[in-house]
């Protein structure tokens, strides 16, 4: 991913974390986990990707 991605994520990928699965091995930075469902959005902080959330979230986060 580079720094300026955008990836929309739901509540189907929290609690989430970059990089996500689908990066490859080689592209990996140390994995850290991002609360999105707080802003709506977060950016991460060793690539720069940007997440944001789409949907609603589910029952019991605020």
Known sequence: MTAQSVVEVTAADLPL?????????????PRVALAVEKTGEVRCPYCGTLYKFVGELPKGHH
């Open 17 to 29: 974390a970059c990089p996500t699965p689908a990066v490859s091995l080689w592209n990996n930075h």
